[in-house]
T-cell receptor
Framework: GENVEQHPSTLSVQEGDSAVIKCTYS??????FPWYKQELGKGPQLIID?????GEKKDQRIAVTLNKTAKHFSLHITETQPEDSAVYFC????????????FGKGTHLIIQP | DAGVIQSPRHEVTEMGQEVTLRCKPI?????LFWYRQTMMRGLELLIY????????DSGMPEDRFSAKMPNASFSTLKIQPSEPRDSAVYFC???????????FGDGTRLSIL
């Protein structure tokens, strides 16, 4: 089955700086890669996703890149703000999101004021 | 729009008791997923349904766990008998098959004493 590795487990950055979280996956057939943000006591909330036919996707301060050859994808957050502090999860799956997701272990992002 | 609704939000019960978790997916969604989140294992898929039919239950830990989806608006996850190691946060998510990402509820925090 699919295996997703996520690094780092904790990331502390100064407010206004950029943050990068990296994930690798094992199944070359995976074709859908979402990123979720989880705040305390809440469920994961989708922040951006990318499909295997695209190399990069941006949404305001958030971007995701995908390297299918190397089987890794990354989340980039620019101009970080205090409200970006949360746990971020990457995931991978076949079936474009209609199949179960395999999640990374999460990154606790801390934005220092 | 109403999101995925889970009940109860918190459940505390004694070992050996039956536990039933409930989920109402987003209206119009036809895929439903149950996940479990623990510190040790992270977020892991338990089972998912497409059009009310169970597709993959390979993540269900053992026979004490069962899930049903009697109609497009409701699903249950049942544990009988419950054990302390079942303590976790259980999430339900839904999506529109192969078109849209998965949207999560805020989970049920289950504590088995």
């Amino acid at each position: 089955g699919e295996n997703v590795e996520q690094h780092p487990s904790t990331l502390s950055v100064q407010e206004g700086d950029s943050a990068v979280i990296k994930c690798t996956y094992s199944d070359s057939a995976s074709n859908y890669f979402p990123w979720y943000k989880q705040e305390l006591g809440k469920g994961p909330q989708l922040i951006i996703d990318i499909r295997s036919n695209v190399g990069e996707k941006k949404d305001q301060r958030i971007a995701v890149t995908l390297n299918k050859t190397a089987k890794h994808f990354s989340l980039h957050i620019t101009e970080t703000q205090p409200e970006d502090s949360a746990v971020y999860f990457c995931a991978a799956t076949l079936g474009g999101g209609a199949d179960g997701l395999t999640f990374g272990k999460g990154t606790h992002l801390i934005i220092q004021p | 729009d109403a999101g995925v609704i889970q009940s109860p939000r918190h459940e505390v019960t004694e070992m050996g008791q039956e536990v039933t978790l409930r989920c109402k997916p987003i209206s119009g969604h036809n895929s439903l997923f149950w996940y479990r989140q623990t510190m040790m294992r992270g977020l892991e898929l338990l089972i998912y349904f497409n059009n009310n039919v169970p597709i993959d239950d390979s993540g269900m830990p053992e026979d004490r766990f069962s899930a049903k989806m009697p109609n497009a608006s409701f699903s249950t996850l049942k544990i009988q008998p419950s054990e302390p190691r079942d303590s976790a946060v259980y999430f339900c998510a839904s999506s529109f098959v192969r078109e849209q990402p998965q949207h999560f509820g805020d989970g049920t925090r289950l504590s088995i004493l």
